[in-house]
């Protein structure tokens, strides 16, 4: 029967192609013809612009630029190259004897798109630990706090909170996520000291009974260091490194410590009230490049950071589905992408349902998650996203 075919990734072009019976090097000359990209250049001097405009089309491409880069009215714009990735892999070597107007620049920034499109991050160390990012990573959510949005107080005692932790892992968690403070709009703050009591005794006693990583969400140095040292593993920073710049000590201390981070418009008491971006999606990006920039010039390893763009805090609803409907793009950042999307308020306007009530929406976020190429999931119910996980990874396999 003939058909429209949807081909999404590079290894699926070389499955059909082999199928077909083509040659070792027909698959190979041939898969990246398969696969379509549209990369977006933001703010292109008018010479590189008409440059590559005039490049993509000579190779069988196309480049989408503002009405005025022809006739030189307008002198900056943003691009969208349009082809395939084998005739972006040829623009890539034309520029390369090129380096007027930016193109060399522009030229590395296209090779960094193919490449993580073709091959995408799929694994990071954390300790003696390697996490896998084929399929998303399962992160299990411990709220030890009075005030959870969406556990209340439930795992504030040491007893239940550690019998949570380790069910969650026998569900197939292979991250567990323990906070001391609420970060949910409108929480009062609490201090280190506080925050330290709620969170060290569980971490000290899932470290005699696991060796599934410990991820400690904390803004502040003192309970991130506190943390690391009796066993956690990995840093979860909701300010990306801004309300405590101690935090990159701490960084520095533990080099094989993981870092997550995320970003927020104001604070968790401030965030919610009248948030607003020019544009969502570049604005977020923007931040998180200069928040990984600023990591690796104080010396940290790229390889240890991971991102998120922080569903929830600091969005409108509209904002929030943007994300979710355009994740795959904060990949190009080049490090692993978290979402914590698990029980949020967003649900609660597409289907009225108290944050216990919102498991289908969440797992909806999390299969998003799976084909726009996440590398973790943060979630409250675990066994039930491991299980659409499982689900959708046996249907891409096959």
Not at 328 to 340: H, I, Q, T
Request: net charge negative; with cysteine; hydrophobic share 45%.
């Amino acid at each position: 029967m003939n058909r429209n075919m949807k081909i999404q990734t590079i290894q699926e072009a070389e499955e059909q192609l082999r199928q077909l019976g083509v040659t070792d090097g027909g698959v190979a000359c041939m898969a990246p013809k398969c696969l379509s990209l549209c990369i977006k250049l933001h703010d292109v001097a008018v010479g590189a612009a008409n440059i590559l405009k005039q490049e993509m089309l000579s190779l069988g491409g196309d480049a989408a630029v503002a009405r005025g880069v022809v006739n030189g009215s307008t002198l900056r714009s943003d691009v969208l190259l349009l082809g395939t990735v084998a005739k972006l892999q040829k623009l890539v070597d034309k520029l390369s004897r090129q380096s007027f107007f930016g193109l060399d620049a522009i030229r590395q920034e296209v090779a960094q798109c193919i490449r993580l499109q073709l091959a995408p991050i799929t694994s990071m160390q954390c300790g003696a630990t390697t996490l896998h990012f084929s399929t998303p990573a399962i992160m299990g959510i411990l709220n030890v706090t009075p005030d959870s949005f969406s556990d209340g107080n439930k795992w504030l005692s040491h007893d239940a909170a550690v019998e949570y932790a380790l069910q969650m892992i026998e569900d197939g968690a292979q991250i567990i996520d323990i906070g001391g403070e609420s970060t949910r709009p409108g929480a009062a703050e609490v201090t280190a000291e506080q925050e330290i009591a709620r969170v060290m005794p569980v971490i000290e006693t899932l470290r005699r009974h696991t060796d599934c990583p410990i991820s400690i969400d904390t803004h502040k140095a003192v309970v991130a260091d506190a943390a690391l040292a009796a066993g956690a593993s990995i840093i979860n920073d909701i300010s990306a490194f801004t309300m405590d710049a101690a935090m990159v000590d701490v960084a520095l201390h533990y080099p094989a410590a993981p870092l997550i981070l995320m970003h927020m418009q104001g604070t968790p008491q401030t965030m919610q009230n009248n948030p607003h971006y020019h544009d969502v999606m570049n604005d977020i990006l923007g931040y998180l490049a200069g928040r990984i920039q600023y990591c690796t010039e104080a010396g940290i390893a790229r390889e240890r950071i991971i991102i998120d763009p922080g569903v929830g805090f600091g969005k409108s609803h509209t904002d929030n589905l943007t994300i979710l409907r355009r994740l795959e793009e904060f990949r190009a950042l080049g490090v692993p992408v978290l979402l914590g999307a698990s029980r949020k308020s967003f649900i609660n306007r597409i289907y009225p349902a108290v944050p216990e009530d919102r498991l289908e929406g969440s797992l909806a976020t999390t299969a998003q998650a799976f084909y726009q190429g996440a590398a973790i999931v943060r979630v409250h119910d675990v066994k039930a996203h491991k299980r659409l996980l499982d689900v959708l990874r046996a249907i891409r396999e096959g």
